[in-house]
């Protein structure tokens, strides 16, 4: 009884004492109570990473969103401190991603869907870049049907532009391999520099370049969203697997400083303007027009348009880089997609 009596006691010290150490630690009102809730509050929704890089294929006007993410502090708002890093194309800004130079890319769809295809373990987890934005034009030729036997320029090969200028071509009745030469000569700003000295006949020209070619008198030849698709989707972000399922947290607070400067654009559209301005170096009166031509392509949910996805699998197919439309859960995470309702506030 003696032994049994002494054990009672031990227990006894033992409950109190961990009851004690409970209590002072908190871990009783965890997630239970008023001061529980508010710890955990306090760190729910940390980004994993809070040092990342964002690559982007070029400089364009349809980058906005992540320009005044960075310049307006809605970046370090949500916890981040962002490097962006621009390329010369596709190209490098996969290259980079697959070398982990960069952690998440804003790019085209043709370009992720290639990495795929040369095993990359990439997929997307955003859209809402729904904008056709690209023009050809010539200083010199009037239509498609003078186009034999022309130079085209693209940014890089492979590309988006590369990839539509050479739908754009069959669809003239033409062979893009045969009938025309197509050279690479960087983004738009490179392209209109370039037909300005005779290098090239024909280009497509991205906001806000192409107002610029409008107004030197160059010939319209052919317009994506009149003449191809009223939508495309023009970027999508994504990344490495292993990154997003590691960063979910990392990648939430990235796409709600994202969608903070779309915010900005509707609400500031002169001080987006002229950011816009700033950053591609070009007089504020273009960079008005391009916000007000891409502003309704913008989709804060991240939503890729039915109409535009549609499209682009009748270009990969036709430009031989798929045998069919894939299905989503091939290139696409619906994760953030799916639950944007819950976490983007």
């Known amino acids: 009884m003696k032994c049994l009596n002494g054990f009672n006691k031990t227990i006894t010290v033992s409950i109190s004492l961990f009851l004690i150490m409970f209590a002072l630690t908190g871990c009783g ?8 809730g508010d ?7 940390k980004p994993e990473k809070a040092d990342i890089k ?17 310049q307006k502090g809605f970046f370090k708002e949500e916890g981040l401190n962002v490097s962006i890093a621009e390329f010369k194309g596709d190209a ?16 085209s769809l043709t370009g992720i869907v290639n990495s795929i295809k040369s095993n990359q373990q990439f997929a997307a987890f955003w859209g809402g870049f729904n904008q056709a934005p690209f023009d050809w034009y010539s200083p010199n030729m009037k239509s ?42 960087g983004g738009s700003a490179n392209a209109l520099a370039a037909m300005q000295s005779g290098q090239i006949d024909a280009s497509t020209l991205d906001n806000p370049y192409k107002f610029m070619a409008a107004d030197k008198g160059w010939n319209l030849l052919l317009s994506e969203r009149k003449d191809l698709t009223p939508t495309w989707p023009q970027h999508v972000v994504y990344a490495n697997k292993d990154f997003i399922k590691k960063n979910p947290e990392t990648i939430k607070a990235f796409l709600r400083a994202m969608v903070k400067g779309v915010d900005d654009m509707e609400k500031n559209p002169q001080e987006a303007a ?20 891409m502003m309704p392509g ?11 996805i549609e499209f682009f699998w009748k270009i990969t197919v036709a430009m031989g880089d798929a045998d069919k439309a894939w299905p989503d859960d091939q290139w696409l995470d619906n994760t953030f997609l799916n639950s944007a309702d819950q976490w983007l506030k």
């Open 144 to 185: 498609m049907k003078d186009i034999k036997g022309k130079r085209f320029g693209v940014s890089t090969y492979g590309s988006l532009t590369d990839a539509l200028t050479r739908y754009a071509v069959r669809q003239a009745g033409l062979d893009p391999e045969k009938d025309v030469q197509i050279l690479q000569v």
């Open 29 to 36: 009102n965890a997630g239970a109570g008023p001061s529980g």
């Open 298 to 308: 913008f989709d804060k949910k991240g939503k890729i348009d039915p109409k535009g």
């Open 39 to 45: 710890t955990a509050k306090s760190t729910a929704g």
């Open 274 to 293: 002229k950011v816009l301005a700033d950053t591609l170096q070009f007089d504020e009166k273009y960079a008005s027009k391009a916000l007000e031509d």
């Open 92 to 107: 490098g800004v996969i290259q980079a991603l697959a070398g982990n130079s960069v952690d998440i890319n804003v790019a």
């Open 54 to 70: 964002i690559g982007l294929p070029l400089r364009g006007a349809t980058f906005l969103p992540i320009y005044l993410a960075d």
